[in-house]
């Protein structure tokens, strides 16, 4: 199960609006086997595209050596999709490659809607998983 704050979904979800039309992209890493999401980091979507997200591999090699340096790991890998629901694609379940992250989708289809979703993707299964979103600093 994901259990996140509130302030940090509100954070995920406020990005991947903003970033609509395009797919929005990003991380919120925690200290080293805690499992517990706790900075939030937003990142650009390199491809800057409605389809496909890609980290910029300069920014991603920045963000992960910052983590590397506070002893953190990417606990959430996040990214949107604008136009189908919040399902891992063929792309992105190739593309996973932090068994222990959470992958959370936000489908941005419907802008009155939030659909916000987590996954567990080891060696190409995707499991669905519950989300608890708790109030700030609970």
Known sequence: MLRIDRAIYDLIVAHARRDHPDEAC???????????????VEMANAERSPTFYRFDSIEQLKVWRDMDDRDEEPVVIYHSHTAT???????????????????????????????FRSYRIIDGEVTEEPVEVAAAGA
């Open 85 to 115: 629901e919040a399902y891992p694609s063929r792309t992105d379940i190739s593309y996973a490659s932090e068994p222990n992250a959470h992958y959370v989708l936000v489908s941005t289809r419907e802008p009155d809607t939030v659909e």
């Open 26 to 40: 990003g991380i919120v890493a925690g200290p080293e086997g805690s499992d517990r999401p706790e900075r939030f």
